[in-house]
């Protein structure tokens, strides 16, 4: 059974370009949550989804980011105009449902911004 | 919003030795408490947890504690081996989404 799967694992962007992450749940998990890591901290809640629907966004800025779970294929969160301070470990996790506590998180993409 | 201070963070220990991390909570609501290994440039993997209907929760080597009137919560790994290092993460939560501790970096000299 495949675990939470994320790509890319690295991603390098310059100032002003767009950063796209996906993330593709585990087999028969409809939850996906995406999570912000600084060097040396803890991992920050940012979006939970389900398919097709934002549940509970209170952990994105405002601006700049966005993310999805469409009906078909992986949940994307996006970047645009990225600055030096977007720099970090994004991780995404899943879960199979409300009735279900547990998340399993994927590999994480670091993303540079240069 | 819940806060989640966790302590030590850094450990050493020496191999065989145990270890023991503690977490504290301030929402009172908080019902769900992981605990997630992060080794270097890998996903946090979870653990152990445990329910807010529980006190006590044990998986071989590694048990976690919980007292909800003084909210807080404890990590424990006895026999520890030098694969146990890593740094480990506690979580709370009443939803869906976790409020995580800062982290404590565990080193089990051989």
């Known amino acids: 059974n495949a675990g939470v799967m994320q790509n890319p694992r690295h991603l390098v962007r310059r100032r002003g370009q767009e950063a796209r992450l996906r993330c593709s749940p585990m087999k028969g998990h409809s939850h996906v949550y995406w999570y912000r890591q600084l060097p040396e901290e803890g991992l920050k809640f940012m979006v939970y989804?389900?398919?097709?629907?934002?549940?509970?966004e209170s952990g994105m800025p405002k601006e700049r980011f966005s993310a999805e779970f469409p009906k078909e294929g992986p949940s994307i969160l996006r970047i645009q105009q990225v600055v030096r301070g977007d720099s970090a470990a994004y991780f995404c996790?899943?879960?199979?449902?409300?009735?279900?506590?547990?998340?399993?998180f994927g590999p994480g993409t670091r993303l540079t911004v240069t | 919003g819940e806060n989640v201070e966790q302590h030590p963070s850094t450990l050493s220990v020496q191999e065989g030795d145990s270890a023991v991390i503690k977490c504290t909570y301030s929402?009172?609501?908080?019902?769900?408490f992981p605990w997630y290994k992060q080794e270097l440039g890998k996903g946090p993997q979870l653990i152990i947890d445990i329910r807010s209907n529980v006190g006590e929760k044990k998986d071989q080597r590694i048990a976690v504690t919980l007292n909800k009137t003084a909210k807080h919560f404890s990590l424990h790994i006895t026999e520890t081996q030098p694969e146990d290092s890593a740094v480990y993460f506690c979580?709370?939560?009443?939803?869906?989404?976790?409020?995580f501790g800062p982290g404590t970096r565990l080193s089990v000299l051989p």
């Open positions: 979580a709370a939560s009443r939803r869906q989404n976790f409020v």
């Open positions: 929402d009172s609501a908080s019902n769900y």
């Open positions: 996790a899943s879960s199979p449902g409300q009735a279900s506590y547990e998340q399993y």
């Open positions: 989804l389900q398919k097709e629907n934002i549940i509970d």
